[in-house]
């Protein structure tokens, strides 16, 4: 009687699979049309197994109790298909059907004992209730299997009892996909990977974090209800399994900023599913209580699903992007809201649109006079690259060039250069913004056309390097110029340094700091650019020990100088700086070393006692007795 009625469930399991499936695919479909490789679906194996290693084996534990859970589910419903669906009853598979039970049931109560002090970050509700409905699931597969293999023989009511629990645990999956529930990640997840919005990050360009371009028509002009989301992008939110790890990794969630990645991508589930967010069961946005957000597909985002300021608390530092277990681009959605703000509704907070204003007017962030970007090398003896004129490297300095703080790493860095004996050369006036700033307030029509003003500057010269110590040059040159018609060969300064250090050209004289020196990781340097080796390679090289952070490299944190922040400039607890400031101070390191003038601006301007500031270019120009 056992093995009919295990049958019977699992058609029935089947058939609510199907149908929560179908409902989940209807709701996909109200986003817009996107091109997808349909051969990514034959990569699923790969990308769940290998292409995820490193970021799901950050947490050992997790990670294996998931193997127990998810790899003994899918053998187990593996098993049942072909011995109970499909009426085979054989008893090896029996035998098999026992051993995936066991190994669910192990992973299962992994994650129940987990969750006895479960870290803030994890949602609770339903998935407080997870480990025990896939536990029970478990117990009933391995019963069924010991007992058919066995022969055991079984009064009704009890095989009615284990067909029952083997139900409940089924349902978890089969109805949770279509009601929402938390095994829709199960499904959402595997095809989230083979139907990624960013197929590049399963290839070579795995890091790949360019923006992609809008066509800036009126169909195209960001995203303004949730039915403008592709319908991959859509898929992809359901991806989510609601861990937190975007959360934890949040520098504008520590700062009490009313930004959670973790909440923002469960409000847009819950637009696309015409839902309130009174059912969300993890950390809401700092200073906003559950229930006040809801939508639907064709209604606006701004201020009913997500309010404004959490889409304008955003740094832009991927830090999200990195801790994902899912690989969810929620830079990329943030973005593509706060275009549709700037494009069609023009409206960007506090100085927000007076920056952008001084961006189309000047072609510089501050307002500035162009003329006024180099007046800092004036004795310096470095000759402006004309029209027609040649150099090996050509120095782009940014924005920097009028901040009278930073004036003192860039010349720190032209005076080491010239210590090696590089042909450098600057832009002079030529140099506009590169138009970063613009394109992560929204502003997609001014990056547009500050990229390929600066691009055809840089094609009416020749040169074989382009340097910057600026990485938000560094990344929108090497990283998104290409699909606007530039492609150069870009380093930032810290590369160089440490390559003209490693080949002898700089000898280092002066004994580096004695004082303990930890370093910052910029993130568009860090996370953007993967550059984390060469800034430290050249405090080595100068003989300077690195005592660092607990969250360094490519998990750095933020200073909370990206994507715009400091002209939005949304308040919340505490500053972003200043709690970077407070890393560094644990580590006892009387400076903090620098690779970025937004970095080191925000970081000079925390109050108080604090580390001193110094770029990495500004420790070598000492070490050389250049400064």
Wanted: net charge neutral.
């Amino acid at each position: 009687m056992l093995p009919q009625l295990v049958s019977a469930v699992f058609w029935l399991a089947v058939l609510a699979l199907a149908w929560g499936m179908g409902r989940r695919a209807l709701i996909w479909k109200t986003g817009r049309q996107a091109s997808v490789d349909l051969r990514g679906l034959l990569q699923i194996p790969k990308r769940y197994f290998v292409d995820l290693h490193d970021v799901v084996a950050r947490e050992p534990f997790v990670a294996r109790a998931h193997v127990g859970v998810a790899g003994g589910a899918i053998l187990a419903l593996a098993l049942v298909a072909l011995n109970y669906g499909l009426g085979l009853y054989l008893r090896v598979l029996d035998a098999a059907l026992l051993l995936a039970g066991l190994m669910m049931l192990a992973g299962a109560g992994a994650m129940a004992w987990r969750r006895r002090n479960a870290p803030q970050r994890l949602s609770k509700g339903p998935w407080n209730r997870l480990p025990y409905s896939l536990a029970l699931f478990a117990a009933a597969a391995a019963f069924v299997g010991a007992l058919a293999f066995t022969g055991t023989a079984l009064a009704p009511w009890l095989a009615g009892l284990i067909s029952l629990a083997f139900a409940a645990g089924a349902a978890e999956l089969a109805l949770g996909i279509g009601l929402g529930g938390p095994m829709k990640h199960a499904v959402a997840g595997l095809l989230h990977l083979g139907l990624h919005p960013r197929p590049e990050r399963f290839g070579d360009k795995r890091f790949a974090t360019a923006l992609k371009p809008l066509r800036l028509s009126a169909d195209d002009m960001g995203v303004g209800k949730p039915a403008d989301f592709a319908w991959n992008k859509l898929l992809s939110f359901d991806a989510c399994v609601q861990c937190g790890k975007c959360e934890a990794a949040c520098p504008a969630f520590a700062a009490g900023q009313p930004l959670n990645p973790k909440k923002l991508i469960q409000d847009l589930v819950v637009g696309m599913s015409a839902r309130t967010d009174a059912g969300y069961a993890g950390s809401p946005y700092p200073g906003q209580p559950i229930g006040q957000h809801g939508g639907a597909p064709g209604l606006p985002i701004v201020n009913g699903l997500i309010n404004s300021e959490t889409l304008w608390s955003c740094t832009t530092c991927r830090a999200c992007v990195q801790e994902c277990p899912m690989l969810i681009e929620h830079v990329d959605a943030i973005v593509d809201m706060r275009r549709h703000m700037t494009l069609v509704d023009g409206v960007v907070p506090n100085k927000g649109m007076e920056v952008l204003e001084q961006l189309r007017d000047t072609d510089t962030a501050g307002g500035f006079p162009l003329t006024a970007r180099h007046h800092w090398a004036a004795d310096l003896n470095v000759p402006v690259l004309d029209v027609g004129g040649r150099t090996d490297w050509l120095v782009l300095v940014g924005e920097g060039g009028f901040d009278m703080r930073y004036q003192r790493t860039l010349r720190a860095f032209i005076k080491t250069l010239q210590k090696a004996g590089l042909q450098i050369a600057l832009l002079g006036a030529a140099e506009t913004d590169c138009g970063d700033l613009a394109r992560r307030l929204g502003d997609e029509h001014g990056f547009q056309r500050l990229s390929r003003q600066l691009i055809a500057t840089l094609k009416a010269r020749s040169f074989q390097h382009i340097v910057t110590p600026d990485p938000h040059i560094f990344h929108s040159l090497k990283n998104e110029y290409p699909a606007m018609g530039g492609d150069f060969d870009v380093w930032h300064h810290t590369q160089l340094l440490a390559q003209l250090l490693a080949e002898g050209e700089l000898q280092p004289t002066r004994a580096g700091s004695v004082e303990a020196v930890t370093y910052h990781d910029p993130c568009y340097l860090g996370r953007y650019g993967r550059e984390v080796d060469a800034p430290r390679a050249v405090l080595k090289g100068i003989g300077i020990k690195v005592v660092e952070m607990e969250r360094n490299r490519e998990r750095g944190r933020c200073c909370g100088g990206g994507g715009g922040a400091p002209f939005t400039d949304i308040p919340g607890a505490t500053r972003i700086p200043d709690i970077r400031i407070a890393d560094a101070k644990l580590t006892g390191a009387g400076v903090v070393a620098v690779a970025c003038p937004n970095c080191t601006a925000m970081l000079e301007g925390v109050v108080g006692p604090r580390p001193e500031v110094l770029d990495v270019a500004e420790l070598l120009a000492h070490a050389l007795e250049v400064a």
